[in-house]
């Protein structure tokens, strides 16, 4: 049982948007602003989408967002594209060490 | 350009150990803290463990299901990282990656090698 909890599977159409949810506790989401996205095609290494829960890296699309409340964080993404398909892992700093969610499938229908 | 290569990978019987390397290059390694995360097949990521960069002390922490079987380390002289992971575990097959650590995030990852734990 993975740490964080993500839904499996998530879907929208080109264009509409869609949210991801992650799970923690008091203890890793909830009690540190060090919640990160990772986004992963198949068969490539994770790429970072969002840090410290709502921060972009450079060259991330603006249709990437991220936020937090108690708990949970979330990841929305806006104006969803083909190329948005994909596994997406959230993590949260946890007190010296690092969790990730289970991963959640986004298919653009 | 960051750059993260590993290397080091393959098959390995349950009990035996295994020495990956990660070889950094584009930053100054020596001021990076840097993680290891591995990926079982068709599983999820996971955490291994991180080292602090030297001026911070150079300590490594690690996951729980890791811990006391396998040690990060680091040579700034030579850019490289290391795993090694003694007493594996069928359940330990997994693609690793090396990735840069900063404030709970990774924002630099390398390919990954693949590491098989079978009789």
């Known amino acids: 049982q993975s740490a964080l909890t993500q839904p499996p599977s998530a879907s929208g159409s080109p264009g509409q948007s869609v949210t991801i949810s992650c799970t923690g506790t008091s203890s890793d989401v909830g009690a540190y602003n060090y919640v990160s996205w990772y986004q992963q095609h198949p068969g490539k290494a994770p790429k970072l989408m969002i840090y410290?829960?709502?921060k972009r890296p450079s060259g991330v699309p603006d249709r990437f967002s991220g936020s937090k409340s108690g708990n949970t964080a979330s990841l929305t993404v806006s104006g969803l594209q083909a190329e948005d398909e994909a596994d997406y892992y959230c993590s949260s700093y946890a007190g010296n060490k690092i969790v990730f969610g289970g991963g959640t499938k986004l298919t653009v229908l | 350009e960051v750059q993260l290569v590993e290397s080091g990978g393959g098959l390995v019987k349950p009990g035996g150990s295994l020495r990956l390397s990660c070889a950094a290059s584009g930053f100054t390694f020596s001021n990076a803290w840097v993680t290891w995360v591995r990926q079982a097949p068709g599983k999820g990521l996971e955490w291994v463990g991180r080292i602090r960069s030297n001026s911070n002390g150079g300590t490594p922490d690690y996951a729980a299901p890791v811990e006391g079987r396998f040690t990060i380390s680091r040579d700034d002289s030579r850019n490289t990282l290391y795993l090694q992971m003694n007493s594996l575990k069928t359940e330990d097959t997994a693609v690793y990656y090396c990735?840069?650590?900063?404030?709970?995030?990774?924002?630099?990852w390398g390919q990954g090698t693949l590491v098989t734990v079978s009789s």
């Open positions: 990735a840069t650590y900063s404030s709970g995030y990774s924002d630099n």
């Open positions: 410290e829960v709502s």
